[in-house]
């Protein structure tokens, strides 16, 4: 069967974590959309590792799939094996020949685009990620497969590097270098597909997948990203050029509908708001220079909000596992969680950090929005309405910190009541039945209630 793994918010709920701890019972751990722009943490014996690229499952011996939604940037993957492989660990990971390639005049092209857009820039990790997409659905871009074939990669790369080059010379005004040099690319590209001929890399990933489903073994589908920043149902233009809810699952791994929609698909919730990049974001707290619209520390910030802010962004290390850059924090925001939970249909929700927020004497949700004189409770289409939206707070009590270790140890009962009503609500409102409550970073800080292959 499989598990899908999705980031219900903006990104960053804590998607690695869960895909760690229910990842114990899969075998294959694939990803379906996205590439090195998501920041993954796992924490495991102690040690932190921070995945990009890698499907999470693989620090435990899992077999990892990067499935064909995905974009991949070889110098990323190649890096990160071989740092696992210096941290004794012995990573098996597949990549499907359908992926496609993220070429270095990606990546200078998302730089040069997020300067030119201003108000309108997401704020992107600049990874090259929307310029690849692009290039896919422009019928342009290079696979993974391409890369095993050097005339058909050549041939690709004539076609398509002059007009990269053309569009950065002649419409941004910008110097190429060798990233946009057809020779230097074409010999650098094909050695990467060399290595990945030589470890047997390459897989046909819907096949593959379907496979091993059919030998028996569990297959865990793990999201990147989240719902709010998906191309089609989050804040456009402020997301990223994926996929990340469930649907992509299917599309992104050749899998069909109906074998991912037998199985479980789990939202991913982070107990508060937080936010890398720009765009409006109605419960708010306090704002971060840069990133939160009109944001001027000397004259925009509420004290109170900004001491919330801070505590809770330091109390939840909120500063980007890939970039480093602060996180935009605030309170939850229940429609973008009605919003995720009809977009996804999710079984089952995994709601993370409510350690984080021990401590705080009130902790409070947007429960729905006021919005041109009505009451509504789910996301609006556009984004200029959303801006427009004001929340409407709900209160609760807050809860004191406790040894959550000993939390996690004791099971669910054990979380401090302020904090189970809290949950509580947030699962009745999304008609979804809590699987697992994070109450720490570790594996084992982490209430199981429910264990989606059993
Ligand atoms: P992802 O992108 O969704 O996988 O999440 P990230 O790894 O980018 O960010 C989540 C961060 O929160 C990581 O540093 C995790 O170790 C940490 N984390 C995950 N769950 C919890 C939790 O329940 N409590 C606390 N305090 N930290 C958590
Ligand atoms: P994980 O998997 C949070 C955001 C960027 C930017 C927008 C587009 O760790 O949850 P991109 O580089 O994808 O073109 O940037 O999306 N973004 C993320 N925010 N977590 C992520 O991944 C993100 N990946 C991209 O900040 O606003
Ligand atoms: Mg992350």
């Not at 709920?13 to 294959?28: P, Q, W």
């Not at 306090?286 to 809770?312: F, K, S």
Request: include cysteine.
């Amino acid at each position: 069967m499989t598990v899908t793994i999705v980031g219900s918010q903006l990104g960053d709920e804590g998607k690695g974590g869960v895909v760690d701890l229910y990842g114990d019972a899969a075998d294959v751990v694939a990803r379906y959309q996205g590439g090195d722009n998501a920041g993954h943490t796992v924490v495991h014996d102690g040690e932190k590792y921070k995945l990009s690229l890698v499907p999470s499952g693989a620090v435990r011996g899992k077999v990892g799939v990067l499935g064909n939604g995905c974009v991949v940037n070889p110098e990323t993957l190649f890096e990160e094996i071989d740092t696992l492989h210096d941290k004794g660990l012995d990573p098996d990971v597949r990549v499907a020949e359908r992926a496609h390639v993220i070429l270095p005049y990606h990546r200078v092209l998302d730089g040069i685009e997020e300067d030119e857009k201003a108000d309108l820039a997401a704020g992107t990790t600049k990874r090259g990620i929307g310029p690849t997409y692009e290039d896919k659905a422009g019928r342009r871009g290079i696979r993974v497969g391409d890369l095993l074939d050097p005339d058909v990669l050549r041939e690709r790369l004539e076609y398509v590097v002059p007009q990269k080059r053309a569009l950065a010379e002649e419409v941004f005004g910008a110097d190429v270098g060798e990233a946009f040099d057809v020779e230097h690319l074409f010999e650098t590209y094909r050695e990467y597909g060399e290595r990945l001929a030589e470890e047997n890399m390459t897989v046909d990933c819907g096949t593959y997948l379907q496979d091993r489903i059919d030998a028996g073994d569990n297959v865990m589908l793990e999201g990147a990203q989240g719902t709010s920043i998906d191309i089609d149902h989050g804040i456009y233009p402020y997301v990223t050029s994926s996929n990340p809810t469930a649907g992509g699952a299917t599309v992104g791994t050749g899998l069909g509908p109906t074998v991912v929609g037998q199985g479980e698909v789990i939202g991913i919730v982070k107990a508060y708001l937080s936010r890398v990049g720009t765009g409006p974001l109605p419960t708010e707290l306090g704002g971060v220079e840069g990133q939160t619209p009109g944001y001027d520390p000397e004259t925009g910030a509420d004290t109170d909000e900004e001491e919330l802010a801070t505590y809770i962004r330091d109390e939840g290390g909120e500063y980007g596992t890939v970039t480093g850059r602060p996180r935009r924090v605030g309170w939850l925001d229940m429609p973008m969680l009605r919003h995720a939970a009809r977009a996804n249909g999710f079984t089952g929700l995994a709601i993370n950090h409510i350690d984080v927020l021990a401590g705080l004497e009130e902790v409070k949700v947007g429960h729905s929005y006021e919005l041109d004189g009505e009451t509504v409770y789910t996301m609006p289409p556009t984004t200029e309405k959303w801006g427009d939206c004001e929340a409407t707070f709900k209160s609760f009590d807050g809860w004191s910190e406790v040894d959550w270790a000993e939390v996690a140890a004791e099971g669910y009962e054990a979380i401090p009541e302020n904090a189970r009503t809290y949950l509580e609500y947030v699962a009745d409102e999304l008609e979804a039945s809590i699987y697992a409550v994070g109450v720490g970073p570790g594996r084992e800080e982490t209430v199981v209630v429910e264990n989606p292959y059993e």
